[in-house]
């Protein structure tokens, strides 16, 4: 027993070989992780670095380090912004519609599909559901946008089969921008953020079915009953992720279809970034919205990794 | 046998169940194809005739006129050359340096695994934002530049966490054989991991290959002053503001006996630039399902 353990011992070296004998056995490690160290310092932490504008009038011509200090006078001015509140609002609503959306609809249609039978259907079915995921948003606002137009199907459809009489011009209206946004993103996404469900309803246990049969259970409650709180692991998994994520609320919908009529609903923050750091050259103002951004979405995910502690389910990092 | 059993306990509810589902089925492959037979309807019809005609599913008058006037566009010619070049250098240095990263950091032994891990977890959930990386991209001269399009974005620690989790199930056994008999560090990645991860390169190269010929922001935001740059998708979004702008007006451009209009030619842009992904992506749809259900699974 004894000749054993340690023998155990010396076959991990690394406990017993010093450092630097083990960093001579794997250079190819060392020297493209060095690389790779470099690399990732100048394209993720250097911007981070870039921060410290926010807290300067920052001349591009001046630079980082002869730029005047103007303290929390940036950020002071974007709150006095009111298109930054109306920003931050559209941005935080529809990203909650779309996490909303994005998560009944997935689910539903993944509990759907499971229960077409014909095999061949079912497949065609789930590759035609994933196809918009592979379009560009570019493509697909260009899409939205002619169906929304005053020619549009939909307008054909209100006037002739609803009976309305004058078409509807969805882009001027506010009302309607944030479930634009919420259908694009369900026709786009739907078929894609499925497929994670349909992954875990393989993973159900057969046996349950067999004993709901016998049960006389009918389809739908074996659906409902079933294959629905056999994916609540998963569903509180994504959710989490996904928490993170509510302030994408997406680009190119707000930034092309937007306009002047209907901006107050359909600004949001990437394009106030945009509209103030590049266009109007406020690096300043620019950056400090995009750190008010970063910051909320890190206590988003924070908030989400807590969550899932609590609750008991896998954390997230 | 399935079939079978439904037939022995028939339930009036299964019924309407059944019904329901073929109904929603039937609709959702419709509203999902609609758009985009639409537009392919649209781009082989003559652009004069759209306005007159509503088009659905099929051409009124025939034309392949919209495609002639794309490709006659020089932003086009170059969009599309620029494209499928960010596409393939872009995917294989992405795949590259994906796969060394991910292969380092799964390595037991590896002396800095968990701070290197580290290091690139902590990139997933903090950036710069726009505008310092604006900034910072333009002090290394990456504005107006072509490699401003395949290496910021090289290496991304989602695409490597993907692509270690994968390496984590490969057996140490393997490695340390390769070790006994002399192999170094990459030799083992090279001959070793590498054959064995083929489903996850292509996996991730699928993502990353997707996401260039998707991309039009990076050429909007670095390179819009020089139109020998620009990408398919960017041309396209220019001519969809254009359309957004001029809501309703015809400006159709007599072309001998055919007219074209910024409504076909775009609707031909689209599927132009639709068409390869069409094309590819069903071929590799266990790919995606792979990377998705491992990727779902972090740590």
Known sequence: ?????????????????????????????????????????????????????????????????????????????????????????????????????????????????????????????????????????????????????????????????????????????????????AFSNVWKETGWNAIIYLAAITAIDPCLYEAADMDGASRFQKMWYITLPSLRPTIMILLLINIGNVLNAGFELQYILGNDVISDVSKILDVFILDWGISQFDFSLGTAAGIFKSVIALILVCLGNWTAKKTGDERLF | MAKKNSLKRLHVGDIIFEIFLVVFMLIFVVVTLYPIINTLAISFNDGFDTIVHRIHFIPHQFSTDNYKAVFAKEGYRMGAVNTVARTVLGTLISLVVNAVLAYVISRKRFLFKKSFSLFWVITMYVNGGLIPTYLVYQKLGLTNNFLVYIIPGAASAFNMLVIRNYMNGIPDSLEESAQIDGAGYFKIFYSIISPLCKPVYATIALFVAVYHWNSWFDAMLYNKMHDELTVLQYELMKQLQTAMRSAGSVEGLKNGGTTITPTSIRAAATIVTMVPILCIYPFLQRYFVTGLTIGGVKE
């Open chain 1, 1 to 181: 027993m004894a000749t054993n353990t340690v023998n155990v011992e010396e076959l991990k070296p690394h406990k017993k070989v010093k450092f630097w004998a083990e960093a001579k056995r794997q250079p190819f490690l060392l020297i493209s992780s060095a690389l790779l160290l470099i690399y990732g310092i100048i394209f993720y932490y250097v911007p981070v670095l870039g921060w410290v504008t926010a807290f300067q009038d920052y001349k591009p011509a001046v630079g980082f380090l002869k730029s005047k200090w103007v303290g929390l006078a940036k950020f002071q001015k974007l709150f006095e912004n009111k298109t930054f509140y109306l920003a931050f609002r559209n941005t935080l609503c529809m990203g909650v519609i779309n996490l909303v959306f994005h998560f009944v609809t997935a689910i539903a249609f993944a509990l759907l599909l499971n229960e077409v039978r014909i095999v061949f259907a079912k497949k065609f079915v789930q590759t035609i559901s994933y196809m918009p995921h592979f379009l560009s948003w570019i493509i697909v606002t260009a899409i939205v946008r002619d169906i929304l137009a005053s020619d549009g199907i939909v307008n054909e459809f209100l006037m002739n089969v609803c009976g309305k009489e004058m078409a509807i011009d969805f882009f001027a209206v506010k009302g309607y921008f944030w479930w634009i946004v």
